[in-house]
């Protein structure tokens, strides 16, 4: 066994928490912990990747609203301020065509800036890369784990009459 004070300087340099194990316990108690140690790991994945997807929620509905927002701008404000500008332009001397036609043009430009700006968002959303991390490490970790053997008791029969058994 190691020196029990270089654990402790060990776990005050690495900041994690080292139990003394006794090596007196038995099967059900090692079966336990290694339990309850697995599902307390699985928790923290678990709220590890909430955190993540919690923030990236975040992003894609900030990008959904400006999305929306490009939407709602297209198709309720064109109708309206798009009479309203081409008479206005056409009162200026141009013809009506073209007074609609650049009024038509200007609101496609807001509306492609807007979805722009919702694209940007949607580019920052990305997959939980921690959790990812965390979950391949748990996996190698435990594939590299073996059981102890055992040893086969090899117990010879106390006569040398065999059992005859039925393949029925």
Do not use: C
Not at 37 to 60: C, F, N, P, T
């Amino acid at each position: 066994m190691s020196d029990p004070e270089k654990q402790v300087a060990d776990a005050v340099k690495t900041g994690t928490v080292v139990e003394t194990i006794p090596a007196d316990r038995s099967l059900g108690q090692l079966v336990a912990a290694a339990t309850a140690e697995m599902s307390e790991l699985v928790h923290d994945e678990i709220a590890l990747a909430k955190a993540e997807l919690r923030q990236d929620v975040k992003r894609g509905v900030t990008g959904g609203a400006a999305g929306g927002t490009a939407g709602i701008f297209l198709l309720f404000s064109l109708p309206m301020f798009s009479f309203a500008a081409a008479y206005g332009i056409h009162n200026l001397g141009l013809g009506l065509a073209w007074s609609f036609l650049i009024v038509a043009g200007a609101f496609v430009v807001l509306a492609g800036i807007l979805g722009g700006f919702a694209a940007l968002k949607f580019k920052k959303v990305k997959p939980p890369q921690k959790t990812i991390a965390a979950a391949k490490e748990t996996a190698s970790v435990l594939q590299k784990a073996k059981p102890h053997e055992r040893e086969l008791a090899t117990a010879a029969p106390s006569d040398s009459a065999t059992v005859a058994r039925s393949s029925a």
